[in-house]
């Protein structure tokens, strides 16, 4: 019997051996990229764009995904709203909607990560299907209608990863009922209670690092909130997620302007706009002074690439007036509009296309919103984000930070890594030191310094 226990368990091991080195191959940012060209993105591109994208968030989640936390180049560090990002590229809300792999993403290389939408109550979204990639314009239409499981449920998350690192690595410094360590002063604090015993709780390091969830050190959370398709009160709707979640996040955003909920971007306009903030602001500098100044340092309107001049001088005139208390703006949310240049079958889909078709537009929004405001309000640039180039000609146009998602689709998490390498030989061959220099460069200055 001891023989047979014995083999099963030398079996096992081998198994255990040969799935860590696998792992450890697969995650080695060289290899990972030949195997993401050639083996992993052309067979998700055969999948339901759903079921590939839980795929991907799984993976992720069992970080089966090359790491890239090291490379911190300090041309790319840069401090926003009185957050310091290594680097400014981001990943856009949408793809961990409920928030259950936000250290896992960290480690990809992105220097914040967002999360959401998360809506009060559970909902299932809109009908499938409802996502469709446009392959030959490397564009995707989605119609989701904030499908999510909600404030609790999100909450849970949350408290799951950044508290269960934090608790274990306390106890295993002092242990739970524990001594192990210096005697407490009797009476402090510390001391145990009479008639009880103390025992010491060591973690294993690997634990900790590698299997456990947690933030990671130096990365940024944001939240974006939506509304229940149901809600007869949107302010309430925001005023919970604020006050249910704005003490996990640095900062929050309030999403006005997605196509899929309907009525939702009839709150861009101005009277709806300037009433929601009164009250939205006020609960999330409630929830800031309550952190001790650590959570909610900011809150974030993320408006529609569609908007008129007219309404977005509106919405320009409430972000710049300090009693709405909005820290800065995300440009830009998907668009209702089909350009003529679409060729893909699924062109007539409903729902908001993102996307390479997209990022014209969006960079166009981006400069007006800098003009107007005179690069007083931090902006956030999104919208057809493939390349580094994409990325700094958004920055060049005012964004101070940028997000990405779609070029994930059809790139793969790789791309995160080689952006921010190319990133910098695009900052450093313009001459600036820093990126924040490049931020509005082509409107403050008119030209392309060293083109």
């Avoid at 055969?46 to 992720?60: G, K, N, Q, S, T």
């Avoid at 931020?439 to 083109?451: E, L, P, S």
Wanted: net charge positive; with cysteine.
């Amino acid at each position: 019997m001891s023989s047979w226990y014995r083999s099963r368990g030398t079996k096992w091991l081998s198994y255990a051996i040969g799935a860590w080195c696998s792992h450890r191959l697969i995650t080695t940012p060289e290899i990972y990229d030949v195997f993401e060209e050639s083996i992993l993105m052309p067979c998700a591109a055969r999948l339901d764009p759903e079921v590939a994208h839980r795929m991907a968030l799984y993976a992720v989640r069992c970080k089966i995904a090359p790491r890239d936390t090291d490379y911190k180049p300090a041309c790319l560090r840069t401090t926003v709203m009185g957050m310091t990002f290594n680097n400014p590229i981001g990943l856009a809300a949408g793809f961990d909607k409920d928030c259950e792999a936000a250290k896992s993403l960290h480690r990809l290389g992105f220097g914040f990560i967002e999360g959401g939408s998360v809506t009060p109550k559970p909902q299932p979204g809109n009908p499938k299907p409802r996502v469709f990639r446009l392959s030959d314009d490397q564009a995707v239409i989605n119609c989701y209608g904030f499908p999510s499981k909600g404030l609790d449920a999100v909450e849970r998350n949350l408290r799951w990863s950044w508290g269960a690192v934090n608790l274990l690595e306390k106890a295993s410094q002092k242990g739970k009922k524990g001594n192990g360590g210096p005697a407490a002063a009797p009476g402090s604090a510390d001391a145990p209670s009479p008639g009880t015993y103390s025992i010491k709780i060591t973690i294993p390091k690997f634990l900790v690092k590698f299997v456990l969830p947690g933030p990671p050190a130096d990365g940024v959370l944001g939240l974006n909130l939506g509304i229940n398709k149901t809600t007869r009160n949107p302010t309430n709707d925001y005023c919970k997620g604020v006050e249910k979640l704005g003490k996990f996040s640095d900062y929050i955003v309030i999403n006005v302007s997605s196509p899929n909920t309907p009525g939702l971007r009839d709150l861009q306009h101005k009277d709806n706009l300037a009433r929601m903030l009164r009250h939205i602001s006020g609960r999330a500098e409630r929830v800031h002074k309550s952190s001790g100044g650590t959570r909610c340092k900011a809150l974030l309107l993320k408006i529609s690439p569609d908007l008129t001049d007219e309404q977005l001088q509106d919405i320009v005139d409430i972000v710049l007036d300090p009693q709405y208390g909005v820290s800065g703006v995300i440009v830009s949310n998907t668009t209702i509009s089909r350009p003529d240049s679409l060729v893909s079958d699924n062109k007539t889909a409903k729902g908001g296309l993102s996307g390479a078709p997209l990022k014209d537009k969006s960079t166009a929004m981006i400069r007006k919103v800098y003009t107007l405001t005179d690069g007083a309000v931090p902006i956030i640039g999104v919208g057809g984000i493939s390349t580094a180039q994409d990325a700094y000609e958004k920055i060049r146009a005012g964004a101070s930070l940028v997000q990405l998602y779609t070029a994930l689709v059809y790139q793969g998490p790789g791309m995160v890594r080689r952006m921010k390498r190319e990133l910098v030989e695009l900052v450093t061959a313009d001459g600036f030191t820093n990126v924040q220099m490049a931020v509005g460069a082509d409107v403050k200055y008119g030209w392309r310094i060293g083109h």
